[in-house]
């Protein structure tokens, strides 16, 4: 099994709300699985990048949405030959949220209805050599993806290496069932955050591997680089 980044998140948010910058990857196995397939902005970026990592959208037959948010749903649209997997229990937050949005403005709770070959999947193995977690408490039904002999695909039940510790990042609908959600991923020997870089346990901290950087660009050629 090999999990191969298509983009890795970014940790913040500015005076308007969250940066809404998460990750991406690539699942190989017997078949080519996406998990989380980034936010409204990056549309024509991630066709992009699976260009540069050699893969067209056509190979990409399963999608695993980690659960609804824009930041890591917005996209799934663009995969209707690939079956889709999200958690049964986020696809009954979605129907509550659709009633009142005020429950979880980020939550997508239309897009069920877009994706043609949707699955509700519960906890349990999704071929040989993967296996679902459900990681409630960011969201209802959080969908953590673990690959043998590599780690754990955690999106938001740990945001970022600033999640490992302390109360659960916000925005979290149920911070108890974060915490024990979070407890469970640090058996595994690599975490991939939500937004943040692929952190790797050594004894019983988790490092990061590299620097997480985002450069923005401005009018006028200007650029602006930031790195944690």
């Known amino acids: 099994?090999?999990?191969?980044?298509?983009?890795t998140g970014f940790p913040?948010?500015?005076?308007?709300?969250?940066?809404?910058?998460?990750?991406?990857?690539?699942?190989?196995?017997?078949?080519?699985?996406?998990?989380?397939?980034?936010g409204f902005g990056e549309r024509e970026g991630l066709y992009a990048r699976l260009e540069v990592l050699g893969v067209s959208p056509l190979d990409v037959?399963?999608?695993?949405?980690?659960h609804l948010h824009f930041d890591h749903a917005a996209n799934a649209d663009l995969f209707p030959w690939a079956e889709v997997y999200v958690h049964e229990a986020e696809?009954?937050?979605?129907?509550?949220?659709?009633?009142?949005?005020?429950?979880?403005?980020?939550?997508?709770?239309?897009l069920p209805k877009a994706l043609p070959r949707l699955?509700?999947?519960?906890?349990?193995?999704?071929?040989?050599?993967?296996?679902?977690?459900?990681?409630p408490g960011?969201?209802?039904?959080?969908?953590?993806?673990?690959?043998?002999?590599?780690?754990?695909l955690a999106s938001d039940a740990v945001k970022s290496r600033f999640d490992l510790e302390g109360p659960p990042a916000p925005p979290c609908l149920d911070p108890e069932r974060a915490l024990k959600s979070?407890?469970?991923?640090?058996?595994?020997p690599r975490l991939f955050p939500g937004h943040d870089v692929p952190l790797r346990r050594e004894g019983d901290r988790f490092l990061?591997?590299?620097?997480?950087?985002?450069?923005v660009a401005l009018p006028h050629g200007a650029k602006v680089t930031l790195k944690l």
Do not use: N, Q, W
């Open 182 to 188: 979070r407890e469970r991923l640090y058996r595994f």
């Open 61 to 66: 037959t399963g999608v695993v949405l980690s």
């Open 91 to 110: 696809l009954r937050h979605a129907e509550r949220v659709a009633k009142d949005p005020r429950l979880d403005p980020a939550c997508l709770a239309h």
């Open 138 to 152: 960011h969201t209802p039904g959080l969908l953590g993806l673990a690959v043998e002999g590599v780690g754990v």
């Open 12 to 38: 913040g948010r500015s005076h308007r709300g969250y940066l809404g910058l998460s990750g991406a990857y690539l699942v190989v196995g017997s078949r080519l699985l996406l998990y989380d397939t980034l």
């Open 208 to 215: 990061p591997e590299g620097e997480a950087c985002l450069e």
């Open 1 to 7: 099994m090999k999990v191969i980044p298509v983009h």
């Open 119 to 135: 699955t509700a999947f519960p906890e349990g193995p999704l071929e040989e050599g993967l296996s679902l977690l459900h990681l």
